[in-house]
């Protein structure tokens, strides 16, 4: 099957956007999986696909596959994309538009400056609807909210970190940390990623408090690891950071890809993310039968 397709990135979190407005490709996990692979595909973070309108009131379908082939819920930085390639490719000629996803509506808009802000939706502190599995465990005060201790493993000596738990239509553990450039991202990330704890897996956010409005972040993305920017992983950060007591309600985001700038207004209002979307190239490629 030969697809056409556009490469494109937020902050350096880069994608594969497809567009499925006039037939779905009903491409595979595996094939997804060839598309974001750096050697012999594409190569992307996530593959996006471009769909049309599920229901009235709404512009379009957005759905998400990860590096390893999975679905995942929502992808913050992708959305920025999503809005900007719509625009771009003629699909429709309004600056904000109604996009569904797997875990619910979302409006991402055009800014004057170039930049898209997309209305992230509010956070989730139920643990079981991050999903969290908090049979047996209590949280521990901490500033103005709580964190959960979980321990790396089941020996004695195993490591045990403190994490804010929510959700940003995506489950995220978010750690404090002295040092960003020293966070054991690679090492660890995988662990936090699998920890039984979280039945769909969950990424992991090492956060570093520069000022109230000022972070730094890196994020192990599940099923894709480290990426240079997540955008539900600022979001998530930076809600943690507030109900901790750390943070203004405007923050920016440093990530290795570029900066991030997050508001949030706390209790049921929503998160507000706003940041580049770049389209890179654009190509055809002989996708096998995998």
């Known amino acids: 099957?030969?697809?056409?397709?556009?490469?494109?990135?937020?902050?350096?979190?880069?994608?594969?956007?497809?567009?499925?407005?006039?037939?779905?490709?009903?491409?595979?996990?595996?094939?997804?999986?060839?598309?974001?692979?750096?050697?012999?595909?594409?190569?992307?973070?996530?593959?996006?696909?471009?769909?049309?309108?599920p229901a009235a009131g709404i512009d379009f379908e957005y759905v998400i596959h990860n590096a390893d082939g999975g679905e995942v819920e929502q992808c913050g930085n992708g959305a920025r994309c999503f809005v900007r390639y719509v625009r771009d490719k003629g699909l429709t000629s309004r600056d904000s538009v109604k996009v569904r996803t797997v875990s619910g509506v979302i409006e991402p808009r055009l800014n004057p400056d170039g930049r898209v802000t997309v209305d992230m939706g509010s956070p989730v502190f139920e643990p079981a609807a991050i999903p969290f599995d908090a049979a047996g465990l209590s949280p521990?005060?901490?500033?103005?909210?709580?964190?959960?201790?979980?321990?790396?493993?089941?020996?004695?000596?195993?490591?045990?970190?403190?994490?804010?738990?929510l959700s940003m239509g995506n489950p995220h553990a978010v750690q404090e940390i002295d040092d960003v450039d020293q966070a054991p991202v690679r090492t660890q990330g995988p662990q936090v990623e699998n920890h039984p704890r979280f039945p769909n897996r969950v990424n992991a956010g090492y956060m570093q408090v520069v000022d109230r409005s000022h972070v730094r972040l890196r994020v192990w993305e599940r099923g894709a690891g480290e990426t240079l920017a997540c955008g539900t992983g600022a979001c998530a950060a930076v809600v943690a950071g507030i109900?901790?007591?750390?943070?203004?309600?405007?923050?920016?985001?440093?990530?290795?890809?570029?900066?991030?700038?997050?508001?949030?207004?706390?209790?049921?209002?929503?998160?507000?993310?706003?940041?580049?979307?770049?389209?890179?190239?654009?190509?055809?490629?002989?996708?096998?039968?995998?």
């Open 1 to 53: 099957m030969r697809v056409h397709f556009t490469k494109m990135q937020g902050a350096g979190n880069d994608f594969v956007v497809l567009d499925e407005t006039r037939g779905l490709l009903k491409l595979s996990a595996g094939q997804y999986r060839f598309l974001a692979d750096r050697h012999f595909g594409v190569g992307a973070d996530q593959v996006l696909s471009v769909r049309p309108s």
């Open 243 to 290: 109900r901790l007591g750390r943070l203004d309600a405007k923050v920016d985001v440093q990530t290795r890809g570029g900066p991030l700038t997050i508001a949030w207004a706390g209790g049921n209002s929503p998160v507000l993310m706003t940041g580049p979307a770049v389209t890179v190239f654009e190509g055809e490629i002989e996708v096998p039968d995998l």
């Open 140 to 165: 521990q005060a901490d500033g103005k909210w709580e964190k959960w201790h979980l321990a790396l493993g089941t020996s004695a000596d195993s490591a045990i970190i403190s994490v804010a738990i």
